[in-house]
């Protein structure tokens, strides 16, 4: 499901965010930008590209922490690259706690786990090359949607996020209704709760953006301290430098940022690639920690997630490798064409295409003259809709 979401006030038609979606979700119909919630993979990129606030992905508020008797939250390993030290982290989550919650959750013990059975799994099944990390929801539903080829060389990992909140649920049936408040480093993750987006399958309750809520732990942030501590290894999973560097046993190919990770993708499908054997790709910059709803930059997170990960001495959560791992869905195969109707289809694009101008300047609402092509095929589109021939 899509979380970006239009605001037609703010929105001056400059079709920035059509031009960078890298799946083709958006398109200008009736004077409004359309997101196709199938095409959508939150990256973020149209809201980047947006200097206006016309686009925007919103969570739950801090006031619905008023509905539950007792609330959580889940605090993500990517908000330690704001600190350079365990006393910073320490001050950070008491910050964080005077929002109102009753109980925080550290993440970074769960992505300790992850991290350790991650290596195990490249150590037990060393004889199957082009293995993907399956760490961000972005990439995951990148390559379902299409690159659906490589859906199987995946390592199917469950979000640590989710694995907390179930074992929450498990362990306070004792506290009345109970809220789990997801905090999220990026606009991928908002959709895990099941407000406001309505994703029933999950036990959060609620996401909320760090972006939304900083300004309120900036407020609450001073001198004092949770007695927290945090785990080494969950560090090294958030942050690609740190992950990456220690696993030299494998080839490993890194790519973060949309542009890189499609270029390796479409080398990686067609066997172009050929020394790597794990392939480690984030949609954000040094991994979680350049996440695009938190503050600072990455370069800086990385620096201090260096020095925080020499005090770093907690132990990851007890899980078993069953719960690790989540159950592989089917792919959904909804072109059920022949080879004959594809190249049919093929070939009258092809010759709506030799009457478009090429331009690709997206005057018509769709983001090239090949997607404006594939909407004259399918009747949606007339050749005379095009802005340059009229």
């Known amino acids: 499901m899509s979380v970006v979401s239009y605001t037609l006030r703010k929105c001056t038609k400059c079709l ?28 973020g990129a149209c809201i980047d590209a947006c ?50 919650f009753d109980e925080i959750i550290d993440l ?32 995951n ?22 694995l907390a909140a179930k074992r929450v649920r498990s362990e306070k049936t004792d506290k009345g209704n ?3 408040f997801l905090l999220c480093e990026c606009i991928a993750k908002l959709p895990f709760a099941h407000y406001p987006y309505g994703n029933k399958d999950t036990e959060i309750d609620h996401a909320l953006s760090l972006a939304d809520i900083f300004p309120d732990i900036r407020k609450n942030r001073n001198e004092d301290k949770d007695d927290i501590r945090i785990n080494a290894n969950g560090l090294r999973r958030a942050n690609t ?24 993708l479409d080398l990686l499908e067609f066997g172009q690639i050929k020394n790597g054997e794990y392939f480690h790709l984030t949609n954000c910059i040094n991994g979680c920690i350049g996440g695009n709803l938190l503050w600072g930059n990455p370069f800086d997170k990385d620096v ?29 195969m909804p ?28 005057a018509c609402g769709y983001p090239s003259c090949r997607a404006m092509a594939e909407e004259i095929v399918k009747g949606e589109k007339e050749i005379a809709d095009c802005m340059l021939l009229r």
């Open 241 to 264: 430098q740190l992950f990456v560097g220690s696993r030299s046993r494998r080839n490993c190919v890194v790519a973060d940022g949309l542009t890189k990770i499609e270029s390796a």
């Open 335 to 362: 072109d059920s064409r022949t080879s004959l109707e594809k190249l049919e289809e093929f070939a009258a694009l092809n010759k709506q295409l030799e009457h478009l101008p090429g331009f690709d300047c997206g």
């Open 141 to 162: 539903k990148l390559i379902e949607n299409h690159y659906p080829m490589l859906f199987s060389n995946m390592i199917p990992f469950e979000d640590v996020a989710q």
């Open 178 to 180: 109970v809220g789990i």
């Open 16 to 43: 920035k965010c059509i031009k960078v979606c890298p799946t083709g979700a958006m398109s200008m119909r009736d004077s409004r930008v359309q997101i196709d919630s199938e095409k959508c993979i939150n990256c």
């Open 108 to 139: 970074s013990k769960y992505d300790g786990r992850l991290y350790d059975e991650h290596s195990r799994f490249l150590e037990v099944d060393n004889k199957r090359t082009r293995l993907i990390s399956s760490f961000c929801p972005v990439i």
């Open 304 to 332: 201090n997630a260096q020095k925080l990960i020499l005090e770093a001495d907690a132990e990851a959560v007890k899980l078993s490798s069953q719960e690790l791992y989540s159950e592989v869905k089917s792919l959904k």
């Open 51 to 100: 200097n206006h606030q016309g686009l925007q992905a919103k969570g739950s508020t801090l006031v619905d922490i008023e509905n539950y008797d007792y609330t959580v939250a889940l605090v993500p390993t990517a908000v330690f690259g704001d600190c350079a030290s365990l006393s910073e982290v320490q001050t950070l989550f008491a910050a964080i706690r005077k929002l109102g």
